[in-house]
């Protein structure tokens, strides 16, 4: 009896863990921000280093990020990696999230 108790209590930590729509949306809103300030800090960078500079490379940061969104939505397939570096039909972040929560679930 104690053990099925425990078991309904983790499953209600797991349902309420899920992320919101709008946190999602938010999140990949400031990660696109970002990586448009770290190209322009490249891009200057490049300028007064005669092209031999990188900035924003192995960002640690954007990786515990990214882990931690998808398992938050359960992106089983990488798709908000998809999103955010290739040319997708899913223009906005709501309609990735909407795709995730209905073929990843």
């Given at each position: 009896m104690l053990e099925d108790a425990r078991v309904i209590a983790i499953e209600g930590v797991f349902k309420m863990s899920k992320l919101s729509k709008e946190s999602f949306c938010k999140a990949l809103a400031l990660i696109k921000e970002q990586e448009e300030i770290n190209?322009?800090?490249?891009?200057?960078?490049?300028?007064?280093?005669?092209?031999?500079?990188?900035?924003?490379?192995e960002n640690r940061y954007l990786e515990a990020?990214?882990?931690?969104?998808?398992?938050?939505?359960?992106?089983?397939?990488?798709?908000?990696?998809?999103?955010?570096?290739?040319?997708?039909?899913?223009?906005?972040?709501?309609?990735?999230?909407?795709?995730?929560?209905?073929?990843?679930?």
């Open positions: 190209e322009q800090f490249s891009n200057a960078l490049k300028l007064v280093g005669n092209g031999h500079f990188v900035f924003g490379v990020l990214l882990l931690v969104l998808k398992e938050m939505v359960n992106d089983k397939y990488d798709y908000i990696g998809w999103w955010l570096y290739e040319e997708w039909c899913l223009k906005e972040p709501e309609a990735l999230y909407d795709f995730i929560v209905k073929e990843c679930q």
